[in-house]
């Protein structure tokens, strides 16, 4: 069935550390694919998003593109803050737009 | 301009008993929808309403679980006969409308608590 898999956490980095966090969907057709940020004691937001095959999206120095054969979107950043602690959550929503799938999310703490 | 409200935003009940959870959308959206996180099962879709449209209940649990909008805004989720795994946040977006090009605006939630 359709599914989000996203790495388990919680994800441990020294600030100015390189990040990933895997993402990979099984879903028919082309969804669009997100990521979704929640930081302690706050509601989801979101990070970025990408509509199409090779779309990159990006926000607040986060980075992710959207890689239809391999059905990824990995979550990157060049060098995390410790404001960046906080649990991500990978997402897609069908082509009829109605609901978002979620992944399971991953925890990240960025330490100094 | 004001985000998504949702109200209330904590509950605890006893096992047994009815809640209802409110969700005021960003005005002018037409798109509504309800999710639940929980940590068993992660976040998972509830139901969906848009415009004067029938809504999409296929995440609904069970038939404890119903979901209402009035006049096209306001939203209420209902439980009945609450159950200990129904225990979760309750989740409220809502959208300019639906469809892949419309960011989803997430609320606070409403944490329930069943004892």
């Known amino acids: 069935g359709n599914s989000v898999t996203q790495m388990e956490g919680p994800v441990t980095l020294s600030e100015e550390a390189f990040l990933t966090i895997n993402c990979t969907y099984t879903?028919?057709?082309?969804?669009?694919l997100f990521w979704y940020v929640q930081y302690p004691g706050e509601g989801l937001q979101l990070l970025l998003k990408a509509t199409k095959a090779d779309d990159k999206g990006s926000n607040k120095g986060f980075e992710a593109t959207y890689r239809k054969e391999t059905t990824s979107f990995h979550l990157e950043k060049g060098s995390v803050q410790v404001s960046d602690s906080a649990v991500y959550f990978c997402a897609y929503l069908t082509g009829g737009g109605n609901k978002l799938t979620f992944g399971t999310g991953t925890q990240l703490k960025v330490e100094l | 301009g004001a985000g998504v409200s949702q109200s209330p935003s904590n509950k605890v009940t006893e096992k047994g008993k009815d809640v209802e959870l409110r969700c005021d959308p960003i005005?002018?959206?037409?798109?509504l929808y309800w999710y639940r996180q929980s940590l068993g099962q992660g976040l998972e879709f509830l139901i969906y309403?848009?415009?004067?449209?029938?809504?999409?209940k296929s995440g609904l649990p069970s038939d404890r679980f119903s979901a209402e909008r009035t006049g096209g805004s306001v939203s209420t989720l209902t439980i009945q006969r609450t159950q200990q795994e129904d225990s979760a946040v309750y989740l409220c977006a809502s959208s300019p409308r639906w469809g892949s090009s419309y960011e989803q605006y997430f609320g606070p939630g409403t944490r329930l608590t069943v004892t």
């Open positions: 309403f848009q415009g004067n449209s029938a809504p999409d």
């Open positions: 005005s002018g959206h037409t798109a």
């Open positions: 879903a028919t057709g082309y969804p669009s």
